[in-house]
């Protein structure tokens, strides 16, 4: 088992937690992601690790409430514990190997959407904790869905923050954040973008015609995270990689994003008959017509 | 009663165990195991015992079954292995203990396998436990892999006294025994964590959900944590495809997957992990692991076939699954590889294209080798695909631990004699150095390597 040590909550349906666990905390790196379990019969969850600390032997991860296993999460106080709590799973980001002087001498962007505020968080820590200031955009829907913009700030050269609707600061998608940017004169070397896979999609059509290279961090379906199932497989350029342990970050301009798109949804349906079964209860016994429920 | 042929064994009926996950075979009980004793004729060269991969004293222990002494017929098998009731169940006997049984020659074997399988079961259900009388020696190993070759390595590691500790990456113990072998082949309550509690009984104590290679490293389990010798029992896990157009399609997936959701997630009963449930599923593959997921898929209620490129005569799995397999109303499309997967406007797979092979001249592997006629493609309607076409060992530890000699199929390199890698201290056997094989000979493999570092730390001295 593993002791929350705080349980809060972000935003809407976006909740924070802060997990004792001393085998990740101790050889994690930023852009490695953990998974974790609720209880004996939840699903695994592959969560990006926001934060951790060597001393404390923490980890810090942040969830936002989409089906059945995360709504168990919600529920969860500082006291509870986790059943499971695995990792660190995937490779570091590639920043981490790089020389510091070499990137002293680049300017970065970051481009986060909505719950990819959490895992753009560490590292742009990271390079803050090492000299390196980089730029962050921070987008969401609307003004409720903007999370941890405080402890960015203090991390951040600038942070730039837009919500779709206007309600907060800029409007518009992050992808209109970067053409105002370059149109105000401003390059980059480098951009890494963390958010929805459509998000990522955009921003990459983008910064390739800005010639900006960009890596990005794919959340597809997965099992083990260990390299076991093939689940989480993607095709960048020729060839097939597993978002497990090859990645999870993978050169942007070369991840195809529709098929990844497409095997996000596989089991959209099945996903969502057991989040309603977690949230109203065994409610349902087939008869519709629409579900096989009752075949 | 006819002495050349087996006791027959009690199955679920094969109409009835098509929908349930139960188990199919359901074992002699005392009558029928000791009159199936009374047919091993004690030989003294015993061929037998050569044939099995942990060399069990098998005319020893059948004797005592046809006496009525269970528990000295268990004493005589635990002897030499850790899990005899998984053994008994999944062993290919006919191709070990069995296929050298002098009763074959005329008639049928000795059934060897259902004989262990009656033995440990009638030790669980009389509770019954290994015991260890070795002197404990204040020395620590450490075992990767909860799967048969590090239980077995373990146990016996145990039972010479070491203090042992097993490290397993996922969050339940057993590695295939819990995640690939289904329920209705190898029951987990029953059958997989009673072994395990055996294990436990001897003093092994077991760490989950850590991964050697992330959450630490071998040189750490050596120099910070203080184990003097290490086991790599980390298996075969990584799935091979094909490399055919439209493999990324939805709705194909790789056998470990498949059976990793219905077995370790428990997707077959009500679970949080979903499976995906297809009209018509083709299982690209003849081994034991594409009869465990064509069996998987047909219990779930799906159509199932099975699409092997060689004809049923090289079939790589245990006669007895495919037997199984057939009478459960599996169809078998043989001497017919996949080229394409098809796919609909919405990228799930719509169905599979195939081309008819016919047998050539034998390979190296002394197999007939299948060969392509020209012109013969033809197409399967189906809306899942499995491709299950055996795996490759996990990177993971390899790529972590300086001074670890691995070949090009990226399996690690051992003595044979002892499971000595390239790094001192360091010892591997099972999947990880062989490639996916059987739970038995990884289970020798752990034996092996179990006496092979009790020399290395008795020769190191205090």
Redesign the interface.
Same mark, same amino acid.
Not at chain 1, 41 to 44: A, F, G
Not at chain 1, 226 to 231: I, L, S, W, Y
């Given at each position: 088992m593993y002791s929350i040590l705080e349980a809060k909550e972000l935003a809407d349906s976006i909740y924070e937690f802060v997990v004792k666990a001393p #085998? +990740?905390a101790? #050889?994690c790196e930023p852009g490695q992601f953990v998974i974790v379990?609720t209880s004996e !019969?939840? %699903?695994?969850i592959p969560l990006t690790i926001c934060d951790y600390d060597r001393e404390k032997e923490t980890i810090t991860i942040v969830v936002q409430v989409i089906g059945?296993?995360t709504y168990m999460m919600k529920s969860l106080k500082a006291g509870d514990s986790f059943? !499971?709590?695995?990792?660190?799973?995937g490779r570091p980001s590639e920043l981490i190997d790089t020389p510091i002087e070499e990137l002293k001498q680049k300017k970065i962007l970051f481009v986060a959407g909505g719950l990819g505020t959490a895992p753009v968080y560490p590292q742009v820590k990271w390079l803050h904790e090492h000299g390196v200031d980089a730029d962050v955009i921070v987008g969401a829907k609307t003004k409720s869905l903007i999370i941890m913009e405080k402890e960015m700030e203090a991390v951040a050269g600038t942070l730039y923050i837009t919500t779709d609707d206007g309600s907060y600061k800029r409007q518009g998608m992050v992808t209109k954040v970067i053409e105002d940017l370059y149109a105000e004169g401003k390059k980059y070397d480098l951009c890494v973008t963390i958010g929805p896979m459509i998000m990522m999609k955009f921003v990459c059509l983008l910064t390739k015609k800005l010639e900006l290279k960009t890596i990005v961090s794919m959340n597809p379906i997965m +099992?083990?995270g260990?390299?076991?199932?093939?689940?989480c497989?993607?095709?960048v350029g020729d060839s +097939?990689k597993f978002a497990c +342990?090859d990645g999870p970050e993978f050169d942007g301009h070369l991840v195809n994003f529709d %098929?990844a798109m497409?095997?996000q949804?596989?089991?959209k349906t099945? %996903?969502g008959r057991?989040y309603l079964k977690?949230k109203e209860g065994d409610t349902h016994h087939g008869g519709c017509g629409q579900c096989g429920g009752d075949? | 009663m006819d002495v050349l042929k087996k006791v027959p064994v009690r199955e679920q009926d094969p109409k009835v165990r098509a929908t349930n996950f139960e188990e199919v075979c359901l074992g002699y009980n005392k009558e029928e195991a000791m009159e199936e004793a009374s047919r091993c004729l004690n030989c003294k060269n015993a061929q037998c015992i050569k044939g099995c991969p942990v060399s069990i004293s098998i005319p020893d222990f059948i004797k005592e079954v046809k006496e009525g002494n269970f528990e000295e017929a268990y004493k005589v098998i635990n002897k030499s292995s850790s899990l005899p009731a998984v053994c008994g169940r999944v062993c290919p006997q006919e191709n070990q203990c069995e296929g050298k049984c002098i009763r074959g020659i005329k008639g049928e074997a000795v059934s060897i396998g259902k004989l262990e399988r009656f033995v440990a079961d009638w030790a669980f259900e009389n509770g019954i436990k290994p015991s260890v009388n070795a002197e404990k020696k204040n020395k620590k190993v450490a075992v990767i892999g909860s799967g048969p070759s590090g239980l077995s390595c373990a146990g016996d590691l145990a039972k010479m006294g070491y203090d042992v500790t097993v490290f397993e990456a996922l969050h339940e113990l057993g590695g295939v025994l819990v995640y690939g072998i289904p329920e209705f082949r190898l029951p987990k309550e029953k059958v997989v964590k009673k072994e395990i509690e055996n294990v436990k009984a001897l003093g092994v104590k077991f760490e989950k959900n850590t991964i050697i290679g992330k959450s630490f490293t071998i040189d750490e389990l050596i120099d910070k944590y203080g184990f003097e010798a290490v086991f790599i029992g980390s298996g075969a896990g990584l799935p091979k495809f094909m490399g055919i157009p439209g493999e990324n399609a939805n709705g194909v997936f790789s056998a470990n997957e498949y059976l990793t959701r219905s077995n370790l997630m428990k997707a077959f009963k009500e679970s949080e992990t979903p499976i995906m449930i297809g009209k018509k599923v083709v299982v690209v593959g003849g081994g034991n692991v594409a009869m465990d997921a064509a069996r998987t898929a047909l219990r779930l209620g799906s159509e199932v076939h099975i699409v092997y490129r060689r004809s049923e005569e090289e079939l790589p799995a245990r006669v007895e699954e495919v037997h199984h397999a057939k009478e459960e109303g599996i169809i078998f499309n043989l001497l017919t590889n996949p080229v394409e997967i098809l796919s609909d406007e919405n990228g799930w797979v719509s169905g599979i294209k195939c081309i008819r092979m016919e047998l050539g001249e034998p390979d190296e592997s002394g197999r007939r080798s299948p060969i392509e006629v020209p012109g013969s493609e033809f197409e399967i309607e189906c809306d899942a695909v499995i491709m299950s076409l055996g795996t490759s060992p996990n990177p993971l530890i390899s790529s972590t631990t300086k001074g670890l000699e691995i070949n090009r199929r990226k399996c690690i390199v051992v003595k044979e004699e002892n499971g000595e890698t390239s790094k001192e201290g360091v010892f591997a056997g099972g999947d990880a150095v062989t490639g996916a094989a059987t739970v038995i000979l990884a289970m020798g493999a752990g034996r092996t390597a179990a006496k092979g570092i009790d020399e290395y730390l008795s020769s190191k001295g205090n």
């Open positions: #085998n +990740v101790a #050889n379990r !019969d939840s %699903e695994r059945a296993g059943h !499971d709590f695995v990792g660190p799973l +099992v083990d260990t390299g076991m199932c093939g689940a497989r993607l095709t +097939v +342990v %098929e497409k095997r949804q596989i089991y099945a %996903e057991a977690a075949k | -």
